[in-house]
């Protein structure tokens, strides 16, 4: 089969999207809806501190997903996503500073940034896989900081870069800063929901499954390769763009290699989910666990850890077909 025949919509059988039974189809939507009505409501009876944190809650989730959906189509992992959620956020404070755009306009630049980046990291690096590729996913995010410390004209230095202008004239900021990430949340959700659906994600997960086997029907493993990485650092970038908005500021301390760390322990928590629920459930164990565990010192990272082998503990529970679906499956 070749490329041209998948972008036609002429695939086998055995390798077209499966189609989720009603029922589940139903329960899925009626929890995200359930969701988003809750999360809307939310302003109106929590405090300014929670609205300001909820809001990096969503911007964190949209960068988890990018992370989500490497595992899920690429089978790889990244140690190094938050390279490519600074390179958005650097893209809406550069943008603003020098054009005075708000994040409206800067955001699909910042998108396009991190589909770029992406594309430049996977391309020679096309022939790594596993722990090769999360080391040099790694390797990016170590070098950071000082690549930005090394243009301080440009990325502000140690101070980093702010980001002031408003999104939508007349709304107070605080509303702006929970309400667009979560906006920009649902569109990703929404996005890559259609995505999943497509020709091309079942391209992605045949390459996934069987590599020999895809490239017998035409499909090139170094093309998956590339879009994978491609679309999963614009998301990010997606993210970092709007958790530059909703904090404020952007600096070489925002992204740090922990910073990838922590995105692909949210990623584990919300169990790859591409879900709604699963990227807030993610987005909330990311930003919210460090803020509660704040006042247990030195227990802090011991009850951190344990929460986290809950979670992955609870999943290796699940049946095998959940664990499957839960991984990457359609």
């Avoid at 070749?2 to 919509?9: K, N």
Wanted: proline fraction near 5%; glycine fraction near 10%.
């Amino acid at each position: 089969m070749s490329e041209a025949s998948i972008s036609s919509g002429v695939l086998p059988a055995t390798h077209r999207p499966a189609q989720a039974p009603t029922g589940m189809a139903w329960r899925q939507g009626a929890a995200g809806a359930l969701c988003l009505a809750v999360l809307a409501a939310l302003p109106f009876v929590a405090g300014g501190y929670w609205t300001f944190t909820l809001g990096l809650c969503f911007a964190n989730a949209i960068a988890i997903l990018g992370v989500s959906f490497l595992v899920r189509y690429g089978g790889e992992v990244s140690i190094g996503h938050g390279v490519f959620a600074a390179a958005g956020a650097y893209t809406v404070a550069l943008v603003e500073k020098y054009l005075g755009l708000s994040v409206l306009a800067s955001l699909p630049v910042a998108a396009v940034v991190g589909a770029l980046l992406g594309i430049a990291f996977a391309f020679p690096s096309r022939n790594l896989a596993g722990i090769y590729l999360a080391v040099a996913t790694m390797a990016l995010a170590l070098a950071l900081p000082e690549v930005l410390l090394h243009f301080p004209t440009v990325t502000g230095g140690f101070e980093g870069l702010y980001v002031k202008l408003d999104a939508l004239p007349g709304i107070s900021k605080s509303m702006q800063r929970y309400y667009l990430p979560l906006a920009g949340l649902v569109a990703v959700v929404l996005l890559l929901n259609q995505f999943r659906r497509s020709r091309q994600a079942t391209a992605l997960l045949l390459i996934r499954t069987s590599a020999h086997a895809a490239e017998s029907f035409g499909i090139r493993r170094s093309w998956a390769r590339l879009s994978c990485m491609a679309l999963s650092a614009a998301v990010a970038a997606v993210g970092g763009a709007l958790l530059a908005f909703s904090s404020s500021t952007v600096s070489p301390n925002s992204f740090t290699l922990w910073t990838s760390i922590f995105l692909l322990v949210g990623s584990v928590v919300s169990l790859y989910s591409l879900s709604l629920v699963g990227a807030v459930l993610g987005g909330m164990f990311l930003t919210l666990m460090p803020l509660l565990l704040a006042g247990a010192g030195d227990w802090v990272p011991i009850l951190y850890g344990a929460a986290l082998l809950a979670v992955v503990l609870g999943f290796n529970a699940l049946p095998p077909h959940l664990q499957a679906r839960l991984q990457g499956g359609k």
